[in-house]
Nanobody, 116 residues
Framework: QVQLVESGGGLVQPGRSLRLSCAAS????????MRWYRQAPGKERDLVAD????????NYADSVKGRFTISRDNAKNTVSLQMNSLKPDDTAVYYC?????????WGQGTQVTVSS
């Protein structure tokens, strides 16, 4: 079955960096675009970044452009999110996601808290 397992979250001070990873299994990873979403308390889940199957094209939410970088390793079935210059507004649970056969699959999420 499809499994997405995020890791790398934690508590970090403003201005610092974190790198999130998502390990995927149960599908042919290299054939599918991948996405990172986040959900802050009391807010909707928002798309943060996405990357095409081959990794040649990426897109970012305006709020993270220039600070976050999405990447993938199709040999290791992983997708990562490098987050630099973190702000308190980046505090959220971060999820990786894939759409297969019209269904959206999610990991369990990893908490990122940006606070001094």
């Amino acid at each position: 079955q499809v499994q997405l397992v995020e890791s790398g979250g934690g508590l970090v001070q403003p201005g610092r960096s974190l790198r999130l990873s998502c390990a995927a299994s149960g599908f042919t990873f290299r054939r599918y675009a991948m996405r990172w979403y986040r959900q802050a308390p009391g807010k909707e889940r928002d798309l943060v970044a996405d990357i095409t199957a081959g990794g040649g094209s990426t897109n970012y939410a305006d709020s993270v452009k220039g600070r976050f970088t999405i990447s993938r390793d199709n040999a290791k079935n992983t997708v990562s999110l490098q987050m630099n210059s973190l702000k308190p507004d980046d505090t959220a649970v971060y999820y990786c996601s894939v759409i297969l056969g019209g269904n959206n699959y999610w990991g369990q999420g990893t908490q990122v808290t940006v606070s001094s």
